[in-house]
């Protein structure tokens, strides 16, 4: 009997279907552990990459077999090429890898965490750490994430747009009602690393100014900014941020003015390169020649800090004379310009 192509194609279909279930019908124990899964009769639960795709755990030819299955059966991209690094220089991975085991954070208490490395082909956890912070009355939450160098990972507060990330850390705030919220730390500009940990820190402030109260993005404030504004500074971790751009070559007047005798502030001009350009101290105005471009500001307290008293900054722009240009009354088909 000949086989046409449409029903040899359904054939192979067939029984490579046959085949998967019992091929994948093994749950993957978790990682640093050994021996079987619980229940090796049901199958696997697929893992979830973070990004909507779903995938299984990577698998040796002896998995198929119950009776050879171990921890080592399962492997990373990482591991599949050499051989497994000494658990003794590696952080077990975490627990935290979803809102339902997120670790509560204490206000004031740095904690330190592991951020196991992520592949788009599937690896061992859900694609991100979960921390919570309680908040009982409406206060502001303040997080700060220190990365070490050559590592760079993403912070955000589920359910806000407050969002920061620029030079070696990130930081956002949030004024919250009360109820628990989840910060999620994910990998950002390079993989994670088991290795070498990141520190977390969170504060609750009871004052926070009245643009913190009332903006969408209360850390991010980058918006083009001109003119003068009055914040607090309510934290050590606390930073206000603006952005600001030239048109035209000129020269900027940065002040900062704070009357009080408890805080000690500073503003830093950065490029968007995020390279820090200038700095400004309190009290002490500062005239810029800068490239047109645009440009973030950073005000912070080095050390102290006072809630209760605000400071002003002001942003003053003189831009260089520019010549006034028009069609020419008499010879309207010529374009001419007159300096001031």
């Not at 208490?109 to 592991?114: L, V």
Request: aromatic share 12%; net charge negative; hydrophobic share 35%.
């Amino acid at each position: 009997m000949k086989l046409t192509c449409l029903g040899l194609r359904t054939l192979v279909l067939l029984l490579l279907f046959s085949w998967v279930p019992s091929a994948f019908s093994y749950a993957a124990p978790a990682a640093g552990t050994s021996g079987l899964a619980e229940d090796a009769a049901s199958p696997v639960n697929p893992l979830s990459t973070g990004g909507g795709g779903m995938c299984f755990p990577y698998l040796t030819s002896d998995s198929v077999n119950p009776a050879t299955t171990t921890a080592d059966t399962y492997i990373t991209p990482d591991t599949a090429v050499s051989a497994a690094p000494s658990s003794a220089t590696l952080a077990p991975y975490p627990v935290n890898t979803s809102a339902a085991t997120a670790i509560e954070l204490t206000p004031g208490i740095p904690i330190e965490g592991y951020l196991p490395p992520d592949d788009q082909d599937c690896v061992w956890f859900q694609d991100a750490l979960y921390y919570k912070i309680t908040v009982t009355k409406t206060q502001k939450i303040t997080a700060l994430m220190l990365v070490p160098p050559g590592l760079d990972y993403s912070m955000y507060l589920e359910g806000t747009a407050s969002f920061r990330h620029k030079g070696p850390y990130d930081q956002l705030s949030y004024v919250a009602q009360p109820g628990t919220y989840y910060l999620r730390v994910s990998e950002g500009g390079t993989r994670g690393s088991l290795s070498q940990p990141f520190n977390l820190k969170v504060m609750l402030s009871d004052k926070f100014d009245d643009y913190e109260r009332y903006s969408d993005d209360s850390s991010a404030t980058d918006a083009y900014y001109q003119g003068t504004s009055v914040q607090t500074i309510d934290n050590l971790y606390d930073e206000d941020w603006k952005m600001f751009g030239l048109d035209y070559p000129g020269t900027t007047t940065v002040r900062l003015d704070n009357p009080s005798s408890k805080g000690v502030y500073k503003v830093e001009i950065w490029d968007w390169d995020e390279n820090v350009i200038a700095t400004v101290k309190q009290n002490e105005p500062k005239a810029l020649r800068l490239p047109v471009d645009s440009y973030f500001i950073r005000e912070y307290a080095p050390t102290k800090y006072d809630p209760d008293v605000p400071y002003t900054l002001t942003l003053d722009t003189k831009y260089d004379p520019r010549p006034v240009c028009g069609w020419d009354e008499e010879r309207p088909w010529e374009w001419v310009c007159t300096w001031p």
